[in-house]
């Protein structure tokens, strides 16, 4: 940056531009007066670090100290803070506390002058400015907002780097510097957050965690035993909020994340590092055995909940792309490993070959071996949600891996997910060799994209993401689940009508909810099949039942990504642009085409290619089944909706009881530098579906035989039962079966 544009910088109110220039300055090795780190990076760490052979320390000291050094050349800007998220002095502020931790880290590791003028600077000019600072002039609507920032959350992940900068260079200060930082800015930023925002210290929410984790930090650094008592057990001191509260309520008895993987990924590190604060200077508290081990569940919990390359499933308000190289997830599985010796961390620490710079850092780097695989096993699990585990939850159902390949459906029923929550309970997604096929929304925003509304939610948020119709799922007469009130679908809950997923074969997971349309009760049963002699890749027969008081119109929804290759029926393409309805998000879908299954058709087929790979929809139809092909952009004037398409299967208004019966089929291949093509075609013909008594029949044709694929959607299961199907009878142990006939 030239100095003309600092000049102007330092005239618009950026504080502290003295003695801002370090590259070339002296790097005179010094010694701390008093070096006791208190929170992450002792100097037993510190001195593990250097004695390390592991190369993934090697390779992380190595990038810490190519980032110094370009961090060094640069002056320091603390401007007023004027912008909302992803405006420059947002950006700016957000920049500094990352680089400011870095310096102190390669600070505490190789101790220099010119590193040092850098920290005392960085702090100087926060000091001075942060006592004149009022509300930031754009707080964020409906949420608290901070002085630094839009909102407070922002504040607080600040000052959890700062306090850890701090706690790693105070020994190098003079007591006159300590003094300014500590009174000036350190214990202003707690009280703001701790008193000033006192409703979000004590909130159970990612903020409410994020604060108390930075005052309770600042308070063991400062040694004022009040802040960090109060982080622990909240304001009262009574345990009915703070950290151990958040604990108990934020995470089910399996470690998920109320409010979804994206978010979880988020608050994961405010929880395992304020946890190892804790566990280092209040060991008393024994917090890592807390609620059996819950820090250890949610960390394995939220690796589980990522696709084949490591891509958290986008449930609720989730941004894409986001995957576990995050530098949350590197703290919390160097954590959880030091705590829990849990060796099936070590291969995703391996492959994402990257440290946090902390004691469990270099100890989890250090238990890598040449045997330690690079390859993480997901099983297929059930997953609860609800602190006793009773608040319905995901089966993430995968095919057996040893390589790459895995096809994985998630079946999503569990709670609302708080203010982050979609109305998309018993709804379905998939991917397959780490690609989306069949997506979940996630979230209508542009985060910290300034020109997209300030980097906030859109509003098409909660005219489209959040609805029922933007989900795999069931709409009845185009109305949103729960009414579409947050409040009322946070007082009901679905629930696991039953799980199998033990076997290579067959899988199956059955969830059932009787509280998201007044009257109607629904289930919905995902099997996946693993049977070589119908196909060469697993495929899933998906059977969704409605049973009402009353009459519905049915929609069911399949959004998925790729392009249409072939349509086993009749449809016909609108002249005129037409939106498949008013509101509840159909008042963004344009209607693509609109179609009938052929002339005494039984089914419909409709396929598509997506990453070179062929899927196929064939399902059960009758004359009245309406289908449509929609895409996203319909009143959408700023396109702040993602393109997306769905393939949208209609009952009409004239059944109160239906089910929809469909088989989602992956099968061949495209391999565009070969042009050569592979198993195009779907293999399943002849579907079929009927009910004896809570039972699901399901018959198919594949490669020239039929086969009889049975399901008890009972909870209980009746021995040795015997179905009967087209004159014959079949016996079998009342559970579940496919036999070929």
Known sequence: ??????????????????????????????????????????DDGIADFKSSNSDVVKNTLKELSQSVDVILTAPIEIPQPVDAGGGYSHEKHKQNYAELYKVALSQSLDPQEDKLTYIRNMFDGYANMYPTLGMHPKDKENHPGGKLYWQGLNEAVTLFYMIQSYDLTRGYLTEDERLKIEKDLLRPMAKFLSEDSYEVFNKIHNHGTWSVAAVGMTGMVLGDDDMVQRSIYGSNKDGKTGFIAQLDHLFSSDGFYSEGPYYHRYAILPFIAFAQAIENNEPEVKIFEHRDGILRKAVTTLLQLTDEQGRFYPINDAIKSKTWESDEVVFATNIAYKQYKDASLLPV????????????????????????????????????????????????MRSPQNTSGQLQAVLKFSTQGMGHGHFDRLSLSVYDY??????????????????????????????????????????????????????????????VVKTDMSGERLQVSIAADSTAYNGTNLSRSITMINEPEISNRPFLIDLYHIDSKTSHQMDLNYPFFGDIIDTQFDYSRPVNKTVLGKDNGYNHLEVLAQGSPKSNATNTQFSFLQAQRFYSITSVADASTQLFITQTGANDPEFNINLQRQYLIRQPKNKTSHTFASVIEPHGFFDPVKETVTYPKSVISNLKHEQQDGYDIVTFNAGGAMYLYTLSRKRDNNKNHTIEYNGKSYSWDGTHQLIKL
């Not at 502290?16 to 300055?25: N, P, Q, V």
């Open 1 to 42: 940056m030239n100095w003309k544009l600092i000049l102007i910088v330092c005239l618009l109110g950026v504080v502290s531009c003295e003695d801002s220039t370090t590259a070339g300055g002296d790097t005179t090795t010094i010694e701390a007066t008093n070096s006791s780190s208190k929170l992450l990076l002792s």
């Open 434 to 495: 780490g690609n989306e096929i069949m997506p979940d929304y996630g979230a209508a925003r542009f985060l910290n994209i300034e020109t997209k509304r300030g980097g906030r939610y859109l509003p098409e948020n909660k005219t489209y993401a959040q609805h029922t119709i933007a989900h795999g799922a069931v709409v009845l007469d185009e109305k949103s689940q729960y009414k579409g009130n947050v409040k009322y679908s946070e007082e009901h809950v679905s629930h």
């Open 349 to 396: 620490i391996k492959m994402m070959n990257k440290i946090s710079y902390t004691d469990a850092g270099v100890i989890a780097a250090n238990a890598i071996t040449d045997d330690t695989e690079d390859f993480y096993n997901r099983p297929s699990m059930f997953i609860a949600d609800g602190v006793e585990g009773k608040s319905g939850g995901l089966a993430l």
